[in-house]
């Protein structure tokens, strides 16, 4: 009989990057502790009914020990992680994970453990997001106006959004397929492959790669299955995540190209953006990010990208 029970809980697909960087986990631990646990993997929680933010509250119960969750829902919490929520701020990958893995993402995990019944144990990456709609081209914040929007629950990326022209309609995920194909809304943004695996794209013809937040993804325990965890036991799921992460990063890169691959051969219109196209989008933004930036400490300015 197992000496400890791990449930590790997502809310997307078998193929989402997530879910295949759990199974990377789920077999190093075997590796490490063979029977010594039982290892359960949810792969989607709204498919037993739940939305995808009562992971929130499962992992701060314990309902599930681990999960993986968009940063975006926590800056109640810890303030500073909506830093992330810069728009524009983030421009390529490289930047993003060393803001993840440094003094920024530290001060977070740090702070996160204080403030909520689960820890941060690993920074994934989500994937830059990107705008998709069934109602006409979108290259500069013009074609945003009127346009109705999914967003996370987020004040900061309503805010941003609602700069750009668009109008933000909050929703969790369980609720976005249905709500793009029944009109409901217009328009989204996710990375390349949520898009793509929700089968957004057969209902939103237009993609714009516009990149305007870095996602980051949190990967959650639960504060007092974790502290009570005896060494061995947490070393071998630290080293799970350590493995782990480098591949779901692989994953999320490599998602990229593949999907937008598969968007064309589908028929959808990939649009990028010119230099001056992105500039129109990063003024729009730009009260926005200097009004919450006034929020914070001056030391935290450091952690940020320069240039």
Avoid at 157 to 179: C, R
Avoid at 248 to 266: T, V, W, Y
Wanted: one cysteine or more; a negative charge; glycine letters at 8%.
């Amino acid at each position: 009989m197992a000496e400890f029970d791990i449930r590790f809980s997502g809310y997307q697909g078998p193929r989402s990057v997530h879910n295949r960087a759990v199974g990377v986990f789920a077999e190093s631990l075997a590796g490490a502790l063979a029977d010594r646990v039982a290892f359960e993997h949810v792969l989607n929680v709204t498919e037993q009914g739940r939305k995808a933010a009562d992971l929130l509250d499962m992992v701060a119960t314990g309902e599930t020990t681990l999960c993986y969750f968009s940063s975006s829902y926590l800056a109640d919490k810890v303030p500073e992680i909506a830093l992330f929520d810069l728009p524009f701020l983030i421009r390529d990958r490289a930047q993003g994970h060393a803001m993840l893995d440094g003094p920024l993402g530290r001060l977070i995990m740090d702070k996160m453990a204080e403030a909520a019944d689960f820890r941060i144990v690993a920074w994934w990456d989500n994937g830059f997001r990107h705008f998709s709609n069934g109602v006409r081209p979108i290259r500069t914040p013009d074609d945003c106006q009127g346009l109705k929007i999914r967003t996370l629950f987020s004040a900061l990326q309503q805010e941003s959004f609602a700069a750009m022209g668009f109008v933000p309609v909050p929703l969790d995920v369980a609720e976005l397929p249905g709500a793009c194909a029944d009109g409901t809304v217009d328009a989204q943004e996710n990375p390349l492959t949520n898009t793509y695996n929700f089968g957004i794209h057969e209902q939103h013809h237009w993609i714009t790669r516009s990149g305007h937040f870095f996602g980051p993804c949190v990967v959650l325990a639960h504060k007092a299955t974790w502290d009570a965890w005896p060494a061995d036991v947490r070393t071998a799921v630290e080293a799970g995540l350590a493995t782990a992460t480098p591949a779901q990063r692989g994953f999320a890169a490599g998602d990229d190209e593949e999907i937008a691959a598969k968007l064309l051969d589908a028929g959808n219109e990939l649009i990028d953006l010119t230099a001056d196209e992105r500039a129109a989008f990063v003024a729009a933004v730009a009260p926005v990010v200097e009004r919450n930036l006034a929020g914070f400490r001056d030391e935290l300015f450091e952690y940020l990208p320069k240039g």
